[in-house]
């Protein structure tokens, strides 16, 4: 299933117990192609979700979609499904209590120093230290690599903006009227970020 994320909140269950959740508006999704073994190479379903206005739609997709409106994301699941081209799926395909795993792209967080990005504790705060309390200190040389940084030496760099997944997550709630599932926990993502829910 595709969605985007909305915004956070708290359940209360039959037991009082408050879980933290996420509100995600998901579907319904539109079957655009099945792909085959034998005319593909391999067996898989191209989903299309959301619309977008036509002017910002390419050619290619407008031709592969024409019958099917103008559809904003395209995605692919491997597998075989009893689903023809034009079917749609709904978020009725989940019951509370299910256990999914979510993926969506991370918040963007820009250029960084180790002590954000990797959790470094940074320098001595005596002794004279003016300016270097928050740098990474050595980073080899002599002996080590050959007198080169070592491959994978954790540095400053740009952090966020990669394809995370957050796995064990219970739908607490579905909401088939307006299209909104209530999954329990934090998912990666701005406010409207499509995000993937696979059960």
């Given at each position: 299933?595709?969605?985007?994320?909305?915004?956070?909140?708290?359940?209360?269950?039959?037991?009082g117990?408050?879980?933290?959740?996420?509100?995600?508006?998901?579907?319904?999704?539109?079957?655009?192609?099945v792909k085959?073994?034998?005319?593909?190479?391999?067996?898989?379903v191209?989903?299309g979700?959301?619309?977008?206005?036509?002017?910002?739609?390419?050619?290619?997709?407008?031709?592969?979609?024409?019958?099917?409106?103008?559809?904003?994301?395209?995605?692919?699941?491997?597998?075989?499904?009893?689903?023809?081209?034009?079917?749609?799926?709904?978020?009725?395909?989940?019951?509370?209590?299910?256990?999914?795993?979510?993926?969506?792209?991370?918040?963007?967080?820009?250029?960084?120093?180790?002590?954000?990005?990797?959790?470094?504790?940074g320098?001595?705060?005596?002794?004279g230290?003016?300016?270097?309390?928050?740098?990474?200190?050595?980073?080899?040389?002599?002996?080590?690599?050959?007198?080169?940084?070592?491959?994978?030496?954790?540095?400053?760099?740009r952090?966020?903006g990669?394809?995370?997944t957050?796995?064990n997550?219970?739908?607490?709630?579905?909401?088939?009227?307006?299209?909104?599932?209530?999954?329990?926990?934090?998912v990666?993502?701005?406010l409207?970020?499509?995000?993937?829910?696979?059960?």
């Open positions: 299933m595709l969605g985007t994320k909305g915004r956070m909140t708290q359940v209360f269950d039959e037991r117990v408050v879980s933290a959740a996420t509100l995600i508006t998901a579907g319904p999704l539109t079957i655009t192609q085959s073994i034998e005319k593909d190479g391999y067996a898989a191209q989903v979700f959301g619309v977008r206005k036509e002017k910002n739609i390419n050619n290619a997709q407008k031709g592969h979609t024409k019958d099917l409106g103008n559809i904003r994301y395209m995605r692919e699941f491997v597998g075989s499904e009893e689903v023809k081209r034009g079917d749609t799926v709904d978020i009725s395909v989940f019951i509370p209590g299910d256990v999914v795993e979510v993926s969506a792209i991370s918040k963007g967080k820009g250029f960084q120093g180790v002590v954000k990005r990797h959790g470094f504790s320098g001595p705060r005596s002794h230290q003016k300016n270097k309390e928050r740098a990474p200190g050595s980073i080899g040389g002599g002996a080590r690599a050959g007198a080169h940084v070592a491959k994978g030496m954790r540095m400053g760099g952090m966020g990669d394809r995370v957050v796995k997550l219970r739908i607490l709630q579905v909401d088939a009227a307006s299209n909104t599932l209530v999954i329990s926990g934090a990666p993502g701005r409207g970020t499509l995000v993937e829910i696979r059960g």
